[in-house]
């Protein structure tokens, strides 16, 4: 990868993180940690599985690193759990959802770092970068359908825009552009979320 593609990669998964987080922003710990209704998970499951699916594909696969939490390949497993049960999982409390999110991405960053160009097709057009911008902006449109259905305070104002800076191939799936719901509700979305913790099926099912 040349030093443009790898800043363009950086930028675009910094854009998506900061549509995420400014979804979020304002809400409390409570409001981020009930789960509102059985379609939905709570906000901050969510949050901490787009950092989980991040380090699965990133930190783990291209990066060959061990886990970070191994134990969190079951409470953040989409296959294992649906969304009706998420609530009285062993999730993440916000804070330390923020943190382990956070040091995902740092440590992702390390891996794009240092990635050369070997053959891999998971890195051919910056593919698996692109697999997980596209999870991120998948579950952004999911979190704002739970803030919708649970009455929590959503912005009405545009969040970022994200503007991919780099040959990144998306997999076919819901608008990049993490619509904000509209009066007709939640929707279902599916979202290419791995069951194993060796996600080169690339398998996609529900989350």
């Known amino acids: 990868m040349e030093v443009l593609e790898r800043n363009g990669i950086a930028e675009t998964l910094e854009q998506a993180r900061a549509r995420t987080l400014a979804l979020l922003e304002g809400l409390s710990e409570e409001q981020l940690s009930r789960q509102v209704s059985p379609l ?5 499951w969510d949050f901490a599985h787009i950092g989980h699916f991040e380090e699965l594909w990133l930190v783990r ?10 134990e969190h390949d079951d409470v953040y497993d989409a296959f294992a759990h649906a969304r009706a049960e998420r609530g009285e999982l062993p999730f993440l409390e916000p804070a330390a959802a923020r943190a382990f999110v956070d040091d995902v991405r740092g440590r992702a960053l390390e891996v794009l770092d240092r990635l050369e160009p070997n053959g891999d097709p998971l890195l051919e057009n910056g593919f698996v ?5 596209q999870h991120e902006l998948q579950h952004i449109e999911t979190m704002a359908h739970t803030m919708q259905l649970g009455g929590l ?5 545009p969040l ?7 040959r990144l191939s998306l997999p076919a799936g819901p608008s990049r552009s993490a619509r904000t719901p509209t009066s007709r509700g939640p ?5 290419p979320c791995t069951r194993s913790t060796s996600p080169r099926s690339r ?5």
């Open 129 to 133: 970068f692109g697999l997980v911008v």
């Open 160 to 166: 970022p825009e994200v503007q991919a800076r780099a």
């Open 203 to 207: 398998s996609t099912g529900r989350s």
């Open 61 to 70: 696969n291209v990066g060959g690193n061990p886990p970070l939490h191994a």
């Open 187 to 191: 929707t279902t979305t599916s979202c």
């Open 40 to 44: 939905q998970s709570p906000l901050v």
């Open 153 to 157: 305070p959503l912005d009405a104002s």
